[in-house]
């Protein structure tokens, strides 16, 4: 039964084949999207049960506030949670979650900087950089094992499931996205944050920001797996006109969040 379910998988994935990203990049994506968003859906609840939420109606409110604003335009339902959590920290997941920890909330100076985080971990989504690694994983190791193990973190599959998500080190194996990846991450992000009405200028403050904030330390977990501080900003400072033409134009539509 397992091998026929593979087998299933293994062709559809294959008339999938290459897709092409939200920034123009071809990609190798191989496991069907329902499979994907199943795994972000199970590992979502998994963190739920472990993770304390918070009770901080600020804090809920800001940040339901704007990652509305910021997924506005893409449809579906988005299931917003904040985790009570010092680390400076948020991830999206398949099947459209979201997690903000209290310690990023705490870090940020102003709603602009913290929507630079949620639009940067909802390009991760949108992008399908979740699939496109588990895709790797399935096409030359565990296969299907790996999706099965999602609601076993602690096991050695399950922390590999997890990583794979990009849900963090607290689950065991951090598997950072690339680095082609997360500069995408940050390009998407500045754009859909300019599109719902943020100031995208904010997503080169918060990273010097974050920077800033893990200096003569060990880096922070959301920013250690990132390109280098000077890369990422020379890389929004080059898309920061596209991105104003987008803030520029949600500006005469009325997109003016005030989530503060």
Known sequence: MFKKIASVLIASG??????????????????????VNQMGLEAFDTIKKE??????????????????????????????????????????????KIGIYTGMIALVDN?????????????????????ERASQEMAVSQGMAIIQAIGSPQSTLGQTAFGLLGVGTEYGILMPYSRIQESEADIIGADLMAKAGFDPRQSIGLWQKMEQASSGQQPIEFLSTHPAHATRIKDLEQHMPQAMSLYEKAKTQGKQPQCN
């Open 14 to 35: 294959f008339l999938a084949g290459c897709i092409t990203s939200p920034t123009g990049r071809s990609q190798f994506i191989f496991m069907p999207d329902a499979q």
């Open 51 to 96: 993770k304390k939420m918070s009770a901080s109606s600020q804090y809920n409110q800001l940040a339901h506030c704007i990652s509305q604003a910021i997924v506005s335009e893409q449809g579906g339902n988005w299931e917003v949670v904040v985790f009570e959590d010092k680390s400076p920290n948020a991830f999206a997941l398949p099947g459209n």
């Open 111 to 131: 709603q602009e900087q913290l929507a630079a985080v949620i639009g940067h971990e909802v390009g991760h989504v949108l992008a399908k950089h979740s699939n």
